[in-house]
């Protein structure tokens, strides 16, 4: 999953983990609310912002 490997490398991406955002428009929109959700009950840091 991409949140996964953002938050992974995030040091050598060099972003912090915490300002990850998820977004999407129309079917996006879903993709992102689920994403959100797997994010979640996996424990990862919460995203700044969930669109």
Known sequence: MGR???????????????????????????LAAGTALLARDRAFPRSATRF
């Open 4 to 30: 996964d490997k953002a938050e992974t490398n995030a040091a050598e991406l060099g972003i912090g983990p915490e300002r990850l955002m998820i977004t999407g428009i129309s079917a996006g929109g879903g």
